[in-house]
């Protein structure tokens, strides 16, 4: 087969989306709009009881979406409130995998200090469930060292290889392709060959941009967006799209994008879960194609 660059389409056809499992209108319109099996995120919004995760993953799951709650370690109180958590996530809303965060907070609400911590507890494992993915940051992370960003992920890459778990990584959302990819090819160098689905932002104005960069901690992509007016414009007027293009651009030749291993993109939908869905429609629109392909 002659190399080429994926199409649009192909870039966004096995996606996944973030949701707030507290927010039922959120909840159902997911359930309405999004075809199964779609892959859902629900997050967990510091402060919230955990459980309130299960009724939302247990309405989505009957609806056909894969469900992947969040589980932030920092904000778990107890071993005991992780291991019940496990357990009704399983027993009640029927969930098989899990997404492990380390969660922004500066001391730790219990025993867990970091992702790779709830990893070890084995509280996961121990109800059946081996698939876990952690977070990724190609831009770092203002709050952690470089050094140590890399040191734990190649432990916790160490652990799921011994322990046979199914790790996948999910990156933090940026502005810019270059950066995503540098980040992949490092991590390949390395020998890390888990599965990468690259976190994006869906469309919004750049106000809501900029104040999720900064909540997030992504400097380079706030720089990307105040210091470059066309670009910024660009990425309100097109979405992702542009980013989009780039990644598929390094994946022409189909030994660099079977090394790259990218399982799909995420987007974070700042702008609502219903701007992000018609922007995918839009785009991926065989009219709008045969325009930009």
Same mark, same amino acid.
């Given at each position: 087969?002659?190399?080429?660059?994926?199409?649009?389409?192909?870039?966004?056809?096995?996606?996944?989306?973030? =949701?707030?499992?507290?927010?039922?209108?959120?909840?159902?319109?997911?359930?309405?709009?999004?075809?199964?099996?779609?892959?859902?995120?629900?997050?967990?919004?510091?402060?919230?009881?955990?459980?309130?995760?299960?009724?939302?993953?247990?309405?989505?799951?009957?609806?056909? =979406?894969?469900?992947?709650?969040?589980?932030?370690?920092?904000?778990?109180?107890?071993?005991?409130?992780?291991?019940?958590?496990?357990?009704?996530?399983?027993?009640?809303?029927?969930?098989?995998?899990?997404?492990?965060?380390?969660?922004?907070?500066?001391?730790?609400?219990?025993?867990?200090?970091?992702?790779?911590?709830?990893?070890?507890?084995?509280?996961?494992? *121990?109800?059946?469930?081996?698939?876990?993915?952690?977070?990724?940051?190609?831009?770092?992370?203002?709050?952690?060292?470089?050094?140590?960003?890399?040191?734990? =992920?190649?432990?916790?890459?160490?652990?799921?290889?011994?322990?046979?778990?199914?790790?996948?990584?999910?990156?933090?959302?940026?502005?810019?392709?270059?950066?995503?990819?540098?980040?992949?090819?490092?991590?390949?160098?390395?020998?890390?060959?888990?599965?990468?689905?690259?976190?994006?932002?869906?469309?919004?104005?750049?106000?809501?941009?900029? *104040?999720?960069?900064?909540?997030?901690?992504?400097?380079?992509?706030?720089?990307?967006?105040?210091?470059?007016?066309?670009?910024?414009?660009?990425?309100?007027?097109?979405?992702?799209?542009?980013?989009?293009?780039?990644?598929?651009?390094?994946?022409?030749?189909?030994?660099?994008?079977?090394?790259?291993?990218?399982?799909?993109?995420?987007?974070?939908?700042?702008?609502?879960?219903? *701007?992000?869905?018609?922007?995918?429609?839009?785009?991926?629109?065989?009219?709008?194609?045969?325009?930009?392909?």
């Amino acid at each position: 087969m002659l190399n080429r660059i994926p199409s649009m389409r192909e870039m966004l056809r096995d996606y996944s989306v973030e =949701l707030v499992p507290g927010d039922s209108r959120l909840i159902d319109s997911a359930i309405e709009r999004l075809p199964a099996p779609t892959a859902v995120s629900l997050t967990w919004i510091p402060g919230s009881n955990p459980l309130e995760m299960i009724s939302a993953a247990a309405k989505l799951r009957r609806a056909g =979406l894969v469900v992947m709650p969040h589980i932030g370690a920092r904000h778990l109180q107890s071993g005991r409130q992780l291991g019940e958590l496990a357990e009704r996530l399983v027993g009640e809303a029927g969930v098989d995998r899990v997404l492990i965060i380390g969660g922004d907070r500066s001391k730790p609400a219990g025993p867990f200090d970091s992702t790779l911590a709830v990893m070890q507890s084995g509280a996961f494992q *121990r109800v059946g469930i081996f698939r876990m993915a952690i977070a990724g940051f190609p831009e770092g992370n203002p709050h952690i060292p470089a050094t140590v960003l890399q040191e734990a =992920l190649a432990a916790k890459v160490e652990l799921a290889r011994r322990e046979g778990l199914r790790l996948s990584i999910v990156t933090q959302f940026c502005f810019s392709h270059e950066p995503i990819l540098d980040w992949i090819r490092r991590l390949r160098a390395r020998g890390i060959d888990v599965p990468v689905r690259i976190g994006l932002a869906g469309p919004a104005g750049i106000v809501t941009l900029v *104040r999720y960069a900064a909540r997030c901690g992504v400097g380079n992509s706030i720089r990307v967006l105040t210091e470059n007016p066309s670009f910024a414009k660009a990425l309100v007027d097109r979405g992702p799209e542009p980013i989009i293009r780039g990644i598929a651009a390094s994946l022409a030749d189909e030994e660099a994008r079977a090394a790259m291993g990218i399982a799909g993109l995420h987007f974070y939908t700042f702008g609502g879960l219903g *701007r992000t869905l018609e922007w995918i429609e839009t785009t991926t629109s065989p009219r709008r194609l045969t325009v930009h392909t």
